[in-house]
Every structure is written in C-alpha cells, then in structure tokens.
C-alpha cells in the first residue's frame, strides 16, 4: 500500500505523520513549534520529510494561503507565518521524493469528504472557522481548483458599507463577519465596547444577553454565506470545522439556510475528521494524484 508523509503547517506548531491509502495515520503525530524565521522553517520541513522519506513515496504539506493548480507554489501571502515563507521552492526541501502542497482549508475538505462528515456525499463544501474563514469544495467527488488553483477562498462581499477590513486587504468579506474576529466585531457594533471572542463566548454561557445576542447575530451572519454558496454550488452537505465551529449551533443554522435556499435542502455537519484532517487530505491528495 502506497503511503504518504503528511505536514500540516500552522501559524504555531507543525504536525506530521505517516498516512497510507485509506486515510489512516500509521506512525504516531509529531509536533514541531513553527519556526520564526525562514531558513529555520526550511531546515525544519527539510529535516521532517529526510526522517520519513524511506516509509513515503511523496511529502505532502497542507499550508495557508492559495495553492497553484499545479500543486508547487503558494499564490498569496500568509500573514500568520514568516516574511519570505510563501516564497520557498518546496520541492528543493526533498532531492529524493515529490513534494506536494495544497491549501489547508481544501485539505480539511478532501479529508472530509473522504473519511470525515462528508464521506459519501459526491457534493459538499467545507468552511474553516477560526482567526480568519477558509473553505473547500468538492464537485462530483472533485476539488474544485478553479483557473488559478485558487478556488474556495472565502472573501465574497456581505456588505457594501466597507466598515469591517478584510485580512484580504478589503472590506467586508464573509471572514470579516464570521471569524472570531467577526464575532468581537458583531458584539462592538451592539454594545459599543470591546470584549474578546473568548470573553462573549464564556459570558454568553453564563447568560449574559448582549454576548447571547451577537453570537446569534454571529450564526446568521454565517447562515447568509453559506445559503448564497449552496445556491451557487447545490450541495449535499456543509462541514463547518475550526475552532470557532465548535460554538455553531448546526441545526439552527441548517433551518435558516433552508428556510430561504433556492435548491432542494441541504445538512449542516460538524467536522469528523479530527485534529489532523489537514495533514491527511494532504497526503490522500498528493497519493491521487500519484495514481
């Protein structure tokens, strides 16, 4: 069975691990703190994929920012990490095996089409909610890549007031309104003031009805973009993963969408996939594509 070294890359740690054909992790997690400067970071992917090029046939890495179609090079910038870092030639980390990359919210997608939430559904579209929104979309059992490579990112207009900057350097994008940041920003517009997302999260607990009512405001907000991406994409299944995801109620936010979707309806689904659906849609994606 052919068997891929998955990397997962974030703005803090790294993980990697061994995956084979069916999704399945077969070596035990590794952890690495993400280094704070480019060469560092080089040397530590150059490090990770030497320890495991014997038991791989292809390093794949899930990595921020958008993905050319190619699966070589990183399109955008990406703040969270490293000046210089969407700039690497990742295939000169590895003279011996191909090296792969793929956005890691289209990672997260893939690993949930395959073994995740949306297992079975030929249809389906993955949103990341966390700092910033990301966002995966399978078509007929495929990821939607678009021209560029690009497809999927999620920074389409919810407003023209241009009151909330984007970190794509616009305004009011979808992330602007449904990130956690979005959350902090839907509470200041209520009340005039300013908690952390933490805060409204733990106050709403305790009833405090300000912090109740943006995370509400919050979930319908999130209901907008998603009824406008399944009445462009007709999907079966939303997956919401990330750590904002957690605090969605999931069928209050199905009802909303298909009270007012022009397609026939449509579930909402936490994430399955687990902490490393990053890492293993990579590498079920790099082996695909091997076939």
Known sequence: ?????GIDIGGTKIYAAIVDEGGKIITVPEKFSTPKTLEEIKDTLKNIIEKYSKDASVAAIATAGAVNAENTRILSSTANLVEGYSDIDFQSLSPEKPVFIENDANCAAWAEHTIGAAKGAKHSITVTLGTGVGGGIIIDNRLLKGKSGAAGEMHFKMSLERKRPCTCG?????????SGRGLALTYKDILNRDLTTYQIIERAKDNDPGCILALDIWQRHLADGLIGLNDIFDTEIIVLSGSMAEFVEVEYVQNLINKEIVTSPVIVKHAAAGNFAGLIGAALLALNKQK
Request: aromatic share 22%.
């Open 1 to 5: 069975m052919n068997t891929a070294l």
């Open 170 to 178: 616009t305004f009011d994008c979808f992330e602007a309104y449904t």
